[in-house]
């Protein structure tokens, strides 16, 4: 039998859609992102969760940002577009 490594799943997420006219309007919360619209990600308290493990003498291997298809657009779609 295979010993299994720990995995740390951070689910506590906090997300911004930027808009790309007015780069200080933000859409708090969406999660859509294309070549004009990027979305800032953010993830409270996973620093102390990681932290914790890393005192446990665990090391970090891989990390993965995994995203699930949520929606096509959001929030001003329009904007940024030209013709």
Same mark, same amino acid.
């Given at each position: @039998? &295979? #010993?299994t490594?720990?995995?740390?799943? !951070? /689910? *506590?997420?906090? /997300?911004?859609?930027?808009? =790309?006219? *007015?780069?200080d309007? +933000? ?8 070549? !004009?619209?990027? @979305?800032?990600?953010?993830? =409270?308290?996973?620093?102390? /969760?990681i932290? #914790?493990?890393?005192?446990? +003498?665990?090391? !970090? *291997? $891989?990390a ?6 949520? $929606?096509?657009? +959001? #929030?001003?779609? &329009? %904007?940024?577009? %030209? +013709?």
């Amino acid at each position: @039998m &295979e #010993a299994t490594e720990p995995v740390v799943t !951070i /689910t *506590n997420v906090e /997300t911004t859609v930027l808009d =790309p006219v *007015n780069w200080d309007q +933000g859409f708090p919360s969406e999660r859509y992102f294309d070549a !004009i619209r990027p @979305m800032l990600v953010r993830f =409270p308290g996973a620093a102390e /969760t990681i932290l #914790a493990k890393l005192r446990e +003498g665990y090391a !970090i *291997n $891989k990390a993965e940002l995994v995203l699930e298809w949520e $929606k096509q657009e +959001g #929030a001003g779609p &329009e %904007r940024g577009r %030209r +013709g």
